[in-house]
C-alpha cells in the first residue's frame, strides 16, 4: 500500500526553464551583486558569463559524475567564480545569496497548474508528503515553496545543498525515508527525470517511480539506459490521484 509521496521541486511541482534571456538576466544581476559588495570583476558581461559557465560546467562535471552536492560556500568560490581575481572567503560569505539568485534568475518557475488542489486532495486521502530535491542553494527551495503557498503539505524537504548527497544517490533518499519515517515500498516518488527521480527511487525499491515530463526531461536524460522506465507517466499532478487510488485498490 503506498502510503507517502515524495516530490521533485524543479520541474515537478513547479514548470522551469531557461533561455537567452535568462541567462542576460542573471549575468546582469550577479555582476551588479558583486559590484555591490565590492567585488570587482572587470569583465564585461560576453566574457563574464563565459568564465562563470567554465566553473558552472567544472561543477557539475565533479558534482554529477559523483552524485554529491557542497555548500554554497565551497561551490562559488573554487567553481562558480573561480576563474576572477576575488577575495575567497568574500565569495564564501555571500554565496548564498548569489545561489539563490542564480536559482529564481537563470530559472525561469512557476508552480504547474493544479499542484495545490492535488496535493489537498492527496492530503484528504490520508497520503504523507514531502520533498527530495537537488538544488545548489540551502535556502531557495524553502522560499518557493512559501511564495507558492504549499509549503505546509510538506512533512519533510530533503535537500542536496544539506545532505550532500545528489540524485539518484540513495543517501539522499535515504535520508528523506529516515526523516518521514517511511517504507520505501510504501512510497511513491514523482519526478521529470529517469536520469535523476526514476533510477533513483527504482534503485531504492521504492513502490512506484511516477514520471511527470518536463523542459529538462529530455536534457537531463540523454544517454540513459533505456531499462530504467516509470511505472507510471502523467500529463499532470493531478493525474497521480487516481493511480495511486487504483494501486491501492481503492480506485
Excluded at 559557465?53 to 567553481?79: D, F
Excluded at 527530495?132 to 524537504?157: H, K, M, P, Q
Excluded at 518521514?180 to 516518488?189: I, L, P, V, W
Aim: aromatic share 12%; hydrophobic share 35%.
Amino acid at each position: 500500500m503506498i502510503n507517502t509521496v515524495l516530490f521533485d521541486m524543479g520541474g515537478t511541482l513547479e514548470d522551469i526553464w531557461y533561455n537567452d534571456q535568462t541567462i542576460q538576466d542573471v549575468t546582469r544581476k550577479l555582476l551588479t551583486f558583486l559590484q555591490e559588495h565590492d567585488m570587482v570583476t572587470g569583465s564585461n558581461e560576453i566574457c563574464f558569463w563565459n568564465k562563470i559557465n567554465n566553473g558552472i560546467r567544472r561543477y557539475k562535471q565533479w558534482s554529477e559524475g559523483n552524485a554529491l552536492e557542497l555548500k554554497p560556500e565551497e561551490i562559488w568560490p573554487q567553481y562558480y567564480l573561480s576563474e576572477f581575481d576575488l577575495d575567497k572567503e568574500k565569495v564564501a560569505r555571500y554565496a548564498e545569496d548569489m545561489a539563490g539568485l542564480w536559482e529564481v534568475t537563470y530559472y525561469h518557475r512557476e508552480l504547474r497548474p493544479g499542484v495545490k488542489e492535488a496535493l489537498e486532495e492527496l492530503k484528504n486521502k490520508g497520503y504523507r508528503l514531502g520533498v527530495i530535491s537537488n538544488t545548489a542553494s540551502l535556502y531557495s527551495v524553502f522560499d518557493v515553496l512559501e511564495a507558492y503557498g504549499i509549503r505546509d503539505y510538506f512533512e519533510d524537504v530533503t535537500l542536496s545543498s544539506v545532505t550532500g548527497y545528489r540524485k539518484p544517490h540513495p543517501g539522499i533518499f535515504q535520508i528523506a525515508l529516515r526523516e518521514m519515517k517511511a517504507k520505501a515500498e510504501e512510497c511513491a516518488y514523482v519526478g521529470d527525470t529517469l536520469s535523476r527521480d526514476v533510477i533513483g527511487a527504482k534503485r531504492m525499491h521504492f513502490g512506484a517511480a511516477i514520471q511527470i515530463r518536463s523542459f529538462l526531461s529530455s536534457q537531463k536524460d540523454e544517454g540513459v539506459d533505456s531499462v530504467w522506465q516509470p511505472d507510471h507517466v502523467v500529463e499532470k499532478i493531478a493525474d497521480i490521484v487516481p493511480y495511486l487510488e487504483k494501486l491501492n485498490g481503492r480506485a
